[in-house]
């Protein structure tokens, strides 16, 4: 499969990087000094695309990219692939869904515990010496919490899946209700958030998401109220987070995602009474090998006249006859 080129626009993990050029010819967007220049150069050529990070790939992209017919992405999230465009255009989008499901979940809980219990702000304090003087303040409790998650997708079920263990009430809000699972659902995020104090998110970014926890759903969860985020950072109305946390609207945060990643609100920064982590829910060294693995899978597939493994939803594919995949 070397006659197909497949771009990288930018960084990706060596293992795709390696698996890529071992299979296609791999265009290296990301090392070109002129990004542009480069696609105007090869555009033409290059059918296959693997994106990582979360650059922009939208319509005025693929307009530059005529023979495009996949885009193979790192990470189950993709808010940043316009997918509905591809779709119109016949572009094959696929993610990495499943293979980082139960790390994300361990990482969403041992968030979760970490904010209540304080756990970097005790590591803070030993190594600070202050054990010598006092015991450190007694903390917040996942003991009788009601525990909300948002989207109960893959990750939000197997977040759920762990928190039984841990004798919690949990519920959950989402599009529509799951006739599958045994936990409350509220059909709106409102409603739920004065139903609980800990409210979970897991929602994936994009318009339909965007902001949707602002303000009045924070002051819902009440002054013993605590928000994580381990979705993406766009669901959350930012300077009104920043705000329920300084007026004590809140009890307190852990976050994994923020709105303009990697810079993180100073405000935030300055507080220590929130847990705050960069992005890292599936990074860990065998996940991302499983994602970027996927990533180079997907190609493969697609290039050797298989259909891709994991398309999104707004890509299905449809083999030549056949109903969607
Ligand atoms: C990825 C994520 O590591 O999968 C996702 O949607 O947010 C993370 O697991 C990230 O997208 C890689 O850039």
Redesign the pocket.
């Known amino acids: 499969m070397k006659d197909v080129h497949v771009a990288m626009l930018s960084p990706m993990p060596p293992l795709v990087i390696e698996g890529v050029g071992r299979d296609f010819t791999l265009i290296r967007g990301w090392e070109a000094p002129d990004r542009n220049a480069l696609v105007a150069e090869v555009g033409p050529h290059v059918r296959g695309l693997a994106a990582?990070?979360?650059v922009a790939i939208d319509g005025a992209l693929f307009d530059r990219l005529p023979k495009l017919e996949i885009v193979s992405s790192?990470?189950?999230?993709?808010d940043h692939i316009d997918a509905a465009e591809a779709g119109r255009r016949g572009i094959v989008v696929t993610?990495?869904p499943d293979v980082?499901t139960d790390e994300?979940a361990d990482l969403a809980v041992a968030l979760l515990l970490a904010t209540l219990r304080h756990i970097p702000q005790v590591d803070r304090y030993v190594r600070a010496g202050k054990w010598l003087d006092k015991p450190y303040p007694l903390t917040a409790t996942l003991r009788g919490r009601k525990v909300g998650i948002l989207a109960l997708g893959r990750i939000g079920r197997a977040i759920a899946r762990r928190l039984e263990g841990f004798g919690v009430e949990i519920s959950y809000h989402g599009r529509q209700r799951q006739a599958d699972v045994p936990y409350a659902y509220h059909p709106t995020l409102l409603g739920m958030a004065e139903a609980v104090d800990t409210l979970l998110s897991v929602a994936?970014g994009g318009a339909e998401t965007a902001n949707i926890v602002d303000a009045a759903v924070l002051a819902a969860l009440g002054p013993n109220g605590i928000f994580v985020n381990v979705g993406?950072g766009s669901v959350v109305d930012e300077p009104a987070l920043v705000a329920a946390l300084r007026d004590g609207v809140i009890l307190s945060a852990g976050l994994d995602?923020f709105a303009d990643e990697p810079r993180v609100p100073p405000e935030l920064i300055a507080m220590d009474h929130v847990v705050l982590l960069p992005?890292v829910?599936?990074?860990s060294v065998e996940t991302?090998r499983a994602?970027g693995q996927l990533v180079v899978d997907n190609l493969v597939s697609w290039f050797g006249g298989k259909g891709p493994m994991t398309p999104v939803p707004e890509t299905p594919w449809r083999p030549a006859g056949g109903a969607a995949a």
């Open positions: 990582g990070g979360h790192f990470g189950v999230g993709y993610n990495t980082l994300v994936p993406r995602v992005h829910g599936s990074a991302r994602m």
